[in-house]
């Protein structure tokens, strides 16, 4: 390969200086003629029929233009995908505290309330399920829609991976461990809180504004529930404050709101959320209690694991079978055994409910993995690095699935090279057997996660490309970029591909009226998917500008060379590539371009729980220094190292970033980061309570690349995003282990986890969850 | 009860308006175009809605607007311009300190605060400055690092602060 020019260069951020401006509208700051404000009817009941829904009342409050119940949608608003089970507002039933039932628009936010206040809404309570472990009795209260065969109707859903028989194996073990784990649910926290904006069209039809993750999911989702044709319904992307999954089935209720809000009233519609809104109608990540059993021999060679979960997925499936498949394939670690099963079960209860969230279901099972796996190495007498070393994922190794590794496996130099960084062989001995109240330790762990869709599903993107009047180049692409800097990374390929200067190319925001279907903007997939696409796009357009500038120079195609922008034939003599655009239009050549990658095609077996899950794995090993006060239980993470191999390095700054935010989101979820229900009853509702690490909680963080090319990537690049906040919080538990002689196996690791060893009871009501659904 | 007529100072222009008298700092100035003043939490929590308030940093979701009768508001629009921005703004776009970018604005004005009143800040002091800004994407390592580059460009060795 020729020298890079702009890949893994230093670049600034396409969209930086808009930010730091202050310019950039989110959705909250856009405000039209004539808009109507919106606001939904809530649930203050974990589980009710709906007995009595009257929403005349509202529409006699002055200043109200219109209500909505699921009445006014196709089929009641029924969507979601893959399991069609959630509505846009309640219908017949709510499920959990703070699902919406109606919604009003009216001229202010005060009349909106006032609306909210006056509908005649009566629920009748149901027994409630609140505890996952009890949600399959056969007396449990049914939350899960009704089923075709004769499974309970809160099981959701199993997911198995298979090779051999891991308990006969374990059997044989010279050492052995059977442990039980958990963790808790986690809240996005985006600082953004939610909204949508609606605005009516001429023609019928209805132009939503959203700050969705994935905006064809949304405009397919409009066009069902409002029976619209799609070619009425139109969605644009406005800046995200945020997302990390959390913007996906959320918004598309209120995009469907507002929408609809907005076609009866005929003016524009906007809904945007508190804190407590969000908090408490938002979905969460699903909370898993986990059993793992592994074994080994007495060499410390890892022979088998068995590994259970139990997964709430709360009121609605959401992503949740999703999620319990990435956290199925993912469970067993990034190591070689020769048996291995795992089960996990999702389940329906009224805890809120449970979807997706960065990790997707690896940040689970990894807290519980990487846990276990030390206190193997542990058993053996083996320092947990060097087990991890001895018994992971190289080039060639078969996974526990049935894969065979060809190629891009940077595993071992990861766990290589954060030893290094940490002085990981010094300070584990220096920590050992401390006495003081102050004490240091220091932990690992390990992680593969597989990119994009894998065998979840049709696994494409697409993306646009033209030369405009100004010699600008406008770029597009179906995917989003809500924090994650997707945009400066097409723009840097499209750049490279072109041979012309990043400065050129105004890289869009999607806007599904001009932007190419590119499947949802999940699961760390754009620079691949969306990477690729980009990358096809602009080098169909490099071909004809190739052509016009062979035409223009009177030479071969491969006579052609590049010296910055510019074009040089068999003279030497460069043509500026404005020249070279010129001659392309005067021989009426097109130039704009259509991009579109689909992955290969990969196979899982869900009955058998084998094949090939993801066509290429992210590495990474992490380590965690932390300082615990042993008479308060306070933990201080005091350094961090973590090492990735994400493939090809696009847009070094932004890979950097990808970890640095990862690594705090996994801190939070490590040691404060607490949700609670309490009956159904979210106790959680503002940042008072919810806590997220600031900047004296995160320590400054060393971060590396590996950079082990994957064939298939663009530039042989993978993924970033979601594999940097994965392995840090069993990392900080292992630290935590390291320091005290104690295990916490109870995800977060809080004050009384740690000083005590337990939680401490605690009361809990509905009063903070009702008043918030008030402000 | 009856709304307050108040006169704003804003970015170096003045604005006559009616409160009403529970009426936030920070609903008003949304309410008067100044979008980059972003809400968050509204409790206080968050620092997404950082203004700098007679040159002190607050939060004006906890200051009524009444409170801030004939004061001199700056908020991150008017520290700098897209042709000519800030130091500390170009020092965020330059390192890699903004992601999403909600929380941002009110990061700047935070900082701003700081270097104001301590221009050679440590990166403790830069740390404890900001701790009240909540940021869900960074990580607030590239913050800090913008924070001190700007610190250094501010204040050049000689000394005399801008
Ligand atoms: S909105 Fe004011 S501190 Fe959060
Ligand atoms: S950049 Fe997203 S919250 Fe700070």
Redesign the pocket.
């Known amino acids: 390969m020729t020298e890079l020019q702009y890949i893994g260069k230093p670049a600034r951020r396409v969209d930086a200086l808009e930010k730091v401006m202050g310019k950039a509208k989110y959705i909250a700051d856009r405000k039209l003629p004539g808009m109507l404000h919106a606001r939904c009817l809530r649930s203050e009941a974990p589980h009710a029929l709906i007995k009595k829904l009257d929403v005349t009342p509202a529409l006699a409050v002055p200043g109200v233009r219109a209500v909505i119940t699921s009445e006014d949608f196709f089929e009641h608003s029924l969507f979601g995908f893959p399991v069609k089970d959630e509505y846009v507002l309640a219908y017949r039933k709510v499920r959990y505290v703070g699902e919406a039932i109606a919604a009003v628009a009216a001229d202010t936010p005060e009349a909106a309330l006032a609306g909210v206040q006056a509908i005649v809404c009566e629920l009748e309570p149901l027994p409630g399920v609140f505890d996952m472990e009890h949600a399959l009795d056969p007396d449990a209260a049914q939350v899960g829609p009704d089923r075709p065969d004769d499974q309970h109707p809160n099981f959701l859903d199993l997911l198995i991976v298979r090779q051999a028989d891991p308990l006969a194996e374990i059997e044989q073990c010279a050492v052995k461990l059977d442990e039980r784990y958990s963790v808790g649910p986690q809240e996005h926290a985006y600082i953004e809180p939610e909204g949508a904006l609606a605005v009516p069209t001429r023609e019928g039809g209805v132009l939503v504004y959203a700050p969705n993750q994935s905006p064809f999911v949304n405009y397919g989702v409009l066009a069902m529930v409002l029976d619209l044709p799609h070619n009425l319904v139109r969605v644009i992307q406005p800046p995200v404050g945020g997302s990390f999954g959390g913007k996906d089935d959320q918004i598309y209720q209120m995009s469907a709101q507002v929408a609809k809000l907005a076609l009866l009233t005929g003016k524009p519609v906007r809904l945007v959320y508190s804190r407590e809104e969000s908090l408490i109608s938002s979905y969460k990540r699903d909370p898993m209690h986990i059993r793992i059993r592994l074994g080994a021999d007495s060499d410390g060679t890892l022979r088998a694991v068995k590994f259970e979960g139990l997964m709430d997925s709360g009121a609605y499936a959401s992503e949740s079978t999703f999620t319990a498949w990435r956290g199925s394939i993912h469970a067993m670690g990034a190591y070689r055994y020769n048996a291995c099963a795992v089960d996990i079960k999702c389940v329906y209860t009224n805890n809120g409910y449970y979807g997706a969230f960065r990790g997707f279901g690896n940040t689970e099972v990894c807290a519980g993995i990487e846990q276990a796996i030390d206190e193997l190495a542990c058993a053996v007498g083996m320092d947990p690095l060097d087990f991890r070393l001895k018994n992971c994922l190289h080039v060639g190794d078969r996974t526990a699935h049935g894969q065979i590794l060809t190629e891009s496996v940077g595993l071992p130099d990861c766990i290589k090279t954060v030893r290094r960084l940490s002085d990981w062989d010094r300070k584990r001995a220096a920590y050992a057997n401390q006495t003081g109240n102050i004490r240091r330790g220091i932990g690992v762990a390990a992680l593969y996660h597989g990119t994009s869709l894998g065998a979840e599903g049709a696994d494409y993107a697409g993306s646009t490309i033209a030369v405009e009047q100004n010699y600008s180049i406008d770029l597009t692409s179906g995917l989003t970029d809500y924090g994650t800097g997707s945009r400066t990374v097409f723009t840097l390929i499209a750049a490279e591909e072109l041979g012309v200067s990043p400065d050129r190319i105004h890289m869009q925001r999607p806007d599904t009226d001009t932007a190419i279907e590119s499947g949802p903007t999940v699961a760390s997939r754009s620079t691949m998917l969306g990477g690729n696409a980009a990358r096809v796009a602009a080098d169909n357009l490099r071909q004809t500008l190739d052509y016009a500038a062979a035409d223009l120079l009177g030479c071969e195609l491969h006579q052609l060379v590049r010296s910055g922008e510019a074009y040089v034939g068999p003279d030497e003599e460069p043509v500026a590539w404005e020249r070279v655009v010129d001659h392309a239009r005067e021989m009426g050549l097109a130039l704009s371009a259509h991009g579109k990658w689909t992955a290969p095609r990969i196979e899982w077996d869900h009955h058998h729980g084998t094949g090939t899950p993801y066509m290429a794995y992210h590495f990474a090993s992490q380590v965690a220094e932390v300082e615990v006060d042993m008479r308060t239980g306070v933990v201080q993470v005091v350094n961090f190292w973590a090492v990735h191999d994400p493939g090809k390095v696009i847009f070094p700054q932004g890979a950097y970033g990808q970890v640095y935010g990862g690594v705090a989101q996994g801190l939070g979820y490590a040691l404060m980061e607490q949700i609670t229900y309490t009956n159904g009853y979210l106790q959680e509702t503002n940042f008072e309570s919810y806590l997220i690490p600031t900047s004296v909680d995160v320590p400054e963080i060393t971060a590396q690349f590996v950079e082990a090319p994957f064939s298939k990537g663009p530039y042989g690049a993978k993924n970033i995003a979601e594999p940097s906040m994965v392995p840090a919080a069993p990392a900080i538990l292992n630290a935590i282990y390291h320091a005290t002689g104690k295990r916490v196996r109870d995800l977060p690791a809080n004050l009384e986890r740690v000083l005590l060893g337990h939680d401490l009871a605690k009361g809990g009501s509905a009063k903070a969850c009702k008043l918030g659904l008030k402000t | 009860m009856k709304p307050q007529l108040i006169t704003l100072h804003i970015n170096g222009r003045t604005h006559a308006l009616a409160a009403a008298p529970n009426a936030t700092l920070?609903e008003t100035l949304r309410d008067l175009g100044y979008v980059d003043v972003k809400?968050?939490?509204?409790?206080?929590?968050?620092?997404?809605?950082a203004v700098l308030l007679n040159g002190e940093a607050v939060?004006?979701?906890?200051v009524l607007a009444g409170q801030a009768d004939e004061a001199t508001i700056v908020t991150a629009t008017g520290l700098g311009t897209v042709t000519n921005p800030h130091p500390l703004q170009q020092a965020f776009a330059d390192h890699g300190a903004i992601q999403c970018g909600y929380c941002t604005p009110g990061f700047v004005i935070a900082a701003k605060a700081l270097l104001d009143t301590n221009p050679h800040p440590t990166e403790l002091e830069i740390r404890e400055a900001i701790s009240g800004n909540l940021c869900r994407c960074t990580g607030y390592g590239q913050i800090v690092e913008a924070i001190q580059a700007a610190a250094e460009q501010m204040v050049p060795a000689e000394g005399g602060a801008r």
Do not use: R, T, V, W
């Open positions: 920070l809400s968050g939490c509204e409790k206080g929590d968050c620092g997404a809605c939060n004006s979701c906890m």
